[in-house]
């Protein structure tokens, strides 16, 4: 595992652009598995602004999301479709034919799963995988507690991440109860993973997942079996971790 501490939000935002911005250059059509969340605003921010420079061109690229809100359509202003436009897809010279979710309109949870399956497959999993990391250790919406095997699978939230996710809504009965997410097992086969980390609110997960044992508890520990992982974190994300 290779880490980069960074000072503060700032400078791991401009680290982890760098990482997926490499990524691009050096594989103009690669599969990029993106997140949602706080974390990464600052990262896109970074790629839109390199674009906008001419220094990246997303015309080639392929983006696979880790999860969508069961119930949410795409133009709902707090659906993970509308947040990838908002903050990349709009901003940059990516074919729209070439970006996936999870179809959080499909009541069918099966089909909604199975469909989003075949599409990470088809097109070869991702090359780099972001991913944030929850207060209670889950990346995408794998909660703790999950079975490690699964691809994508439909979730109850757990109460701690709905809670967590009140703030983006009006109020918390109004954020969903379910999603559909990649699971574990679909994580696990990017080719290379990238978990950005801020904040001391962050720091006992990341001890947790990277120093501690591995553990269904703590979804995110998974990764210390990765072969390709990339750390990059601010100093308060990282300050509860001895060897860093
Ligand atoms: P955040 O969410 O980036 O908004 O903190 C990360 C996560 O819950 O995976």
């Known amino acids: 595992m290779k880490i980069y501490k960074e000072k503060d939000y700032d400078k791991m935002s401009f680290r982890?652009?760098?990482?997926?911005?490499?990524?691009?250059?050096?594989?103009?059509?690669?599969?990029?598995?993106?997140a949602t969340g706080s974390t990464p605003i600052g990262a896109y921010r970074k790629l839109v602004e390199w674009y906008e420079q001419g220094g990246l061109d997303f015309s080639a690229v392929t983006t696979i999301n880790l999860d969508e809100y069961k119930g949410l359509s795409r133009d709902n202003e707090q659906s993970y479709y509308y947040f990838m436009n908002e903050h990349l897809f709009s901003k940059v010279n990516i074919d729209r034919s070439r970006t996936f979710l999870p179809d959080g309109t499909e009541t069918d949870s099966d089909a909604a799963c199975r469909k989003y399956n075949e599409i990470i497959h088809a097109v070869g999993g991702a090359d780099l995988q972001l991913l944030g990391i929850g207060h209670n250790g889950h990346i995408g919406f794998n909660e703790p507690g999950d079975c490690f095997e699964k691809e994508t699978h439909c979730v109850n939230l757990s109460e701690r991440t709905i809670q967590a996710n009140t703030r983006f809504f009006?109020?918390?009965?109004?954020?969903?109860?379910?999603?559909?997410?990649?699971?574990?097992?679909?994580?696990?086969?990017?080719?290379?993973?990238?978990?950005?980390?801020?904040?001391?609110?962050?720091?006992?997960?990341v001890r947790a997942a990277f120093f501690g044992p591995v553990t269904p508890q703590v979804p995110a520990s998974?990764?210390?079996?990765?072969?390709?992982?990339?750390l990059v974190a601010d100093e308060a994300a990282l300050s509860k971790c001895p060897e860093c």
Do not use: N, W
Not at 20 to 33: E, F
Not at 181 to 205: F, N, Y
Not at 222 to 230: A, E, G, K, S, T
């Open 16 to 34: 982890a652009a760098a990482v997926i911005g490499a990524q691009i250059y050096m594989k103009p059509d690669c599969v990029l598995g993106l």
């Open 222 to 230: 998974i990764l210390q079996f990765h072969p390709d992982v990339v």
């Open 170 to 205: 009006e109020s918390e009965k109004d954020v969903p109860r379910q999603a559909y997410t990649m699971g574990v097992q679909t994580i696990m086969s990017a080719r290379r993973i990238l978990l950005a980390a801020s904040g001391e609110d962050k720091a006992e997960a």
